[in-house]
Nanobody, 123 residues
Framework: QLQASGGGLVQTGGSLTLSCAAS????????IGWFRRAPGKDREFVGG????????HYRDSVKDRFTISRDNPGNTVSLHMSNLKSEDTAVYYC??????????????????WGQGTQVTVSS
């Protein structure tokens, strides 16, 4: 099971860190992905990390502003967001792909989802 937390209201240019707590079985092949859904838009991939912590992948629009890390040996994956923009406003979700061969941007490959946490960036 996954549980996302840490959302809130932040001003443009500010920073926020989201956390995803994982419980239950995980494997070295597990990938934790972060997705978001803005009002009226489709769910989109934000970034992901291998459970081993050996690799990350981000969408281009956040690559220089967001960082995903894993609390090792804990079971928490964090999404550190900086220089936030209004277009980052969305409900953010973490999800797990238990038998991942790569970090996929396709939400359909992720089988376990946490509840969303709202991030609102105001100017």
């Amino acid at each position: 099971q996954l549980q996302a937390s840490g959302g809130g209201l932040v001003q443009t240019g500010g920073s926020l860190t989201l956390s995803c707590a994982a419980s239950g079985r995980t494997f070295s092949s597990t990938v934790i992905g972060w997705f978001r859904r803005a009002p009226g838009k489709d769910r989109e991939f934000v970034g992901g990390i291998r459970w081993s912590g050996t690799g990350t992948h981000y969408r281009d629009s956040v690559k220089d502003r967001f960082t995903i890390s894993r609390d090792n040996p804990g079971n928490t994956v964090s999404l550190h967001m900086s220089n936030l923009k209004s277009e980052d406003t969305a409900v953010y979700y973490c999800a797990a792909d238990l038998a991942a061969s790569r970090i996929s941007a396709n939400w359909k490959t992720y089988t376990s989802w946490g509840q969303g946490t709202q991030v609102t960036v105001s100017s």
